[in-house]
């Protein structure tokens, strides 16, 4: 099928009461993080019929970032929902920093961004999905059905019709004019779309755990850079969440090395902690992240688009995942509404979701694999932090190169608007 008609509403043709239920809607949507989520918001406030599916019971998950960024910050105010997102309990921060046994320096200083919001604000992710469900909901064109698990596509002659999909009470099917996969990382869909996905081996992974806060603690996130270690606590209220980056396939060696050495030597890189690292008792309260940094070549199929994660892994360097996600779903919703209302969506919409997100977030895949090679593997490698050439220090030395870490981190490559 080249530049013609993806699909029409098929309300009207389809056979109902077969094996099992089958829904009809205009838009359905895999997955309820950050992307699904927000695109439901975005295309329900636009009129479109639209249903989203999430597997799990609620958004109560493990750590997944929390971060909330300017940009996002200003598509919430677009949305008139800015005031009350920050009546939510939240903690935020100016600026990212880190220390070396050299000193302490800022990496991204975000008080210098023309915003309102000049900072990031850090909210359980939890938090935030229930904020834009409940919003969504409003909207009574809009629908969410939690504990219900995709499992494949609904196709008909090379034609995605929708999806198939598990639920407490069984399975069911929903039909859609266009499906959107937006279910993460291991997006099921994409792979049973067999959209090509392209990689970068990223040379480290991730530990993810938690120790508590203390009265005097310091307040902003902080990288602590030293002794072959490279760890991040990020303030989480009474708890630091704690990165303990590592080369990747290092796991299981420190496993082996046993608790003792691991709490060691997270005191070590962080002495503020080094009172409580007994607080980690068992290997379960330690979790693995494998750093994947990919994407799709191409995000979309007839009558399939993919968002977020699952067009596009990214590196926690930056902490851009969910800012990404959520300007995939802005881009989307610009795109698609209208085709959407008029029952016609064409592949040129599609691949116009894609042209318009792509670019930026080959750049940061881009930027995020440099950091990895130039400063993350050196210091997880025992390198400590490598001292730039004497050009490139006063390149640095510059304002407005000094401010660009922030504008990259706040806001990506470029700003992605709400369509009135
Ligand atoms: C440990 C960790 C730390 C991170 N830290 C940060 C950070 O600080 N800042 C940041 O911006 N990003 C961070 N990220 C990345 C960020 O969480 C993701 O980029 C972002 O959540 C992507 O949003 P998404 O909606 O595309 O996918 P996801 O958030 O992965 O959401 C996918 C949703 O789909 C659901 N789902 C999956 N399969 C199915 C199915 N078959 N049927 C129905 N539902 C399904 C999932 O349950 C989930 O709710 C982190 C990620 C991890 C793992």
Request: with cysteine; glycine share 10%; hydrophobic share 40%.
């Amino acid at each position: 099928m080249g530049d013609s008609l993806v699909g029409q509403d098929t309300r009207a043709r389809e056979p109902s009461g077969q094996k099992h239920d089958v829904r009809h809607t205009t838009c359905v949507i895999a997955g309820s993080g950050p992307a699904g989520a927000m695109l439901g918001l975005l295309l329900a406030r636009r009129g479109v019929d639209v249903l989203v599916l999430e597997k799990h019971a609620d958004f109560l998950r493990d750590f997944r970032g929390d971060t909330i960024h300017p940009s996002t910050m200003e598509i919430m105010d677009e949305l008139g929902l800015a005031d009350p997102l920050l009546n939510l309990p939240h903690t935020k921060t100016s600026r990212l920093r880190f220390r070396t046994p050299r000193g302490s320096a800022t990496l991204a200083d975000f008080g210098h961004l023309k915003t309102r919001f000049p900072y990031l604000a850090f909210m359980p992710q939890w938090d935030f999905l229930d904020f834009v469900t409940d919003e969504a909901r409003r909207y009574p064109n809009f629908e969410l059905e939690m504990n219900a698990e995709v499992r494949e596509l609904v196709e008909e002659g090379g034609l995605v019709r929708g999806v198939r999909y598990e639920t407490p009470d069984g399975t069911r099917e929903a039909r859609a004019l266009l499906t959107v996969a937006a279910d993460g990382r291991d997006s099921r869909l994409r792979e049973q779309a067999g959209l090509r996905v392209v990689g970068t081996a990223p040379p480290i992974d991730v530990l993810w755990f938690r120790i508590s806060r203390r009265k005097g603690d310091p307040e902003e996130p902080t990288g602590y850079i030293g002794g072959g270690r490279f760890v991040v606590l990020i303030n989480r209220g009474d708890y630091w969440q704690v990165g303990y980056v590592l080369p990747k396939g290092a796991d299981r060696r420190i496993r082996a090395a046993g608790l003792e050495s691991f709490r060691r030597s997270v005191g070590e890189a962080v002495p503020e902690v080094a009172d409580r690292t007994d607080e980690i008792q068992d290997w379960g309260q330690v979790k693995l992240l494998s750093v994947q940094v990919n994407r799709l070549r191409r995000w979309f199929r007839p009558g399939l688009l993919c968002i977020g994660d699952a067009a596009h892994a990214m590196s926690p360097v930056g902490g851009v995942g969910i800012n990404l996600a959520i300007q995939d779903a802005v881009a989307a919703a610009n795109v698609l509404a209208e085709p959407l209302r008029a029952g016609r969506v064409e592949l040129r919409h599609l691949r116009a979701v894609q042209r318009r997100r792509e670019l930026p977030i080959r750049i940061l895949q881009g930027l995020q694999s440099l950091a990895h090679r130039r400063i993350v593997a050196p210091a997880v490698g025992g390198g400590g932090l490598p001292s730039p050439p004497p050009p490139v220090r006063a390149l640095l030395g510059l304002r407005i190169v000094r401010n660009l870490p922030a504008r990259i981190i706040g806001f990506g490559i470029w700003p992605v608007h709400v369509r009135p």
